[in-house]
């Protein structure tokens, strides 16, 4: 692609500063700035960044360089609509390390990678939690959120960032057992129970451009599963993957959110993951409850059934034939006999609460949560797309990918294409305006129901000969 076409939106970015953990000796090193690259996943709580410095100046020697400094970027992006100015916006971290540090030929010159991350981070590593709470588990989350890391972040680095959560239901009472505050916001997400328990149960805690995120999964893309049918009909809706002589004629339509949303570079990072399925206990999976107030047990066994049984998934099909959900099932009872067992001991009450969720919705969701994680590791790709700082993780989006093989007539993947997860995002910024972005996503499910019988009429086939008489094969 031309620089335009990576770059569409004219991401830059407009200065790179250093300062002293003290707030002395600001300094600008956009002389020494060479590639930023900004990480954020949906299963990471903190964003995460590189630098790659050409310091002609010898930082680590006159600056000097500690690894105690505050760094800011500062960058722009064009807004769709042209007629409004772009609005510079800052992004601070903290040194984490500097690494792969290279002396010039003529040594007089270095370079190095910094990786950064967030400055909530240094909270995080510097204390820690225990402590009883009597509350719901997302006032649990926003209590230690802002009593460790919000309100220390914004008096040393003037920073803060709001953390979204999704409500949750029912009371309950939770000695946080000495963790770290991220550690003990993410095991939150395990005992959170939503309001909406049969829509929503696998809870996230992470990090993206803007604020954290205490919210589900499901609640994520409810609204893409919605407007699904309307999003498979809208070209400047979905991302299109097109070879590099597609690219330049699409391109020329002129529509700049289109622009946005070709799709280049496509790697199957995983296809299939049918053993680690089984034993992991995607089909199905147990939970033993011990309850130490009731002096009793609980079971519960949580069972894929050969159509979809969610309501908010990114696929309308399961990722397997019903023949084979039937048989790798273990279909026998009165024994502690699943693909994958668990065990947790509570003192939970198994009666109603107030908030009319019962005990029951607590034992479900762990095994829709391991379900689902199994799912979303079927099918994982990765991808570059034109320069985007809107792109986040947590975004839902809708992707047309090809056939994956060699033949003259390329169509849409009838299974792939559809509703994605953007699970990780690169950000990747270098000077010369020339920016990209990279994406990882992932899906539970097919577009399209699974064929049982191929599609090609093998009984009808006619046999290849060589020239040595022997059948090579079919055709």
Do not use: C
């Amino acid at each position: 692609m031309a620089e335009q076409e990576f770059n569409p939106l004219r991401l830059t970015i407009n200065d790179v500063t250093i300062e002293k953990f003290n707030g002395h000796d600001k300094m600008s090193i956009m002389p020494q700035f060479v590639e930023a690259s900004i990480y954020q996943s949906i299963f990471e709580p903190s964003l995460k960044a590189e630098l790659l410095i050409n310091d002609q100046i010898g930082l680590f020697v006159n600056y000097p360089f500690t690894g105690e400094e505050l760094v800011t970027i500062e960058y722009q992006q064009n807004n769709l609509v042209q007629n409004i100015s772009p609005i510079p916006k800052t992004l601070k971290f903290i040194i984490k390390g500097v690494r792969n540090i290279m002396v010039g030929d003529r040594a007089r010159s270095i370079m190095y990678v910094v990786d950064l991350i967030s400055p909530h981070f240094i909270q995080n590593t510097r204390k820690y939690v225990q402590q009883s709470y009597s509350s719901k588990v997302e006032d649990m989350a926003s209590d230690i959120f802002l009593e460790y890391i919000a309100q220390d972040t914004q008096i040393q680095f003037d920073i803060f960032k709001d953390l979204v959560i999704e409500p949750t239901a029912k009371k309950r009472t939770i000695v946080v057992p000495n963790l770290r505050p991220y550690q003990a916001i993410t095991w939150l997400t395990k005992f959170a129970i939503s309001e909406y328990p049969d829509d929503y149960y696998h809870f996230l805690f992470y990090e993206d451009l803007d604020k954290f995120n205490f919210v589900t999964l499901q609640k994520l893309i409810k609204d893409a599963t919605d407007s699904r049918e309307k999003i498979s009909k809208l070209r400047d809706e979905k991302y299109v993957y097109r070879s590099d002589t597609e690219i330049s004629n699409y391109l020329s339509s002129g529509n700049p959110n289109e622009k946005l949303k070709q799709i280049s570079n496509l790697i199957n990072n995983k296809r299939f993951t049918t053993i680690e399925k089984v034993a992991g206990g995607y089909f199905q999976n147990e939970l033993f409850e011990v309850s130490l107030l009731q002096k009793s047990y609980n079971s519960k066994v949580t069972e894929l059934q050969p159509t979809n049984d969610t309501r908010y998934a990114l696929g309308k099909h399961p990722l397997n034939t019903p023949d084979y959900i039937r048989y790798v099932k273990n279909n026998t009872t009165l024994s502690e006999y699943a693909n994958r067992v668990r065990y947790i001991v509570n003192n939970y009450q198994n009666t109603d609460s107030d908030e009319g969720i019962t005990q029951p919705y607590y034992r479900e969701k762990f095994g829709r949560v391991t379900k689902r994680l199994h799912a979303l590791n079927q099918i994982d790709l990765s991808f570059t797309v034109p320069a985007n700082m809107d792109l986040k993780a947590g975004d839902i989006i809708w992707i047309d990918i090809p056939e994956n093989h060699g033949f003259n007539i390329v169509q849409e993947d009838i299974y792939l294409s559809g509703l994605f997860v953007v699970a990780e995002v690169k950000q990747v910024i270098a000077s010369g305006y020339r920016a990209a972005t990279s994406v990882r996503v992932h899906k539970d499910g097919y577009l399209t129901q699974l064929l049982e019988n191929s599609s090609y009429n093998t009984s009808l086939s006619t046999p290849r000969v060589g020239s040595n008489g022997k059948i090579l094969g079919t055709v």
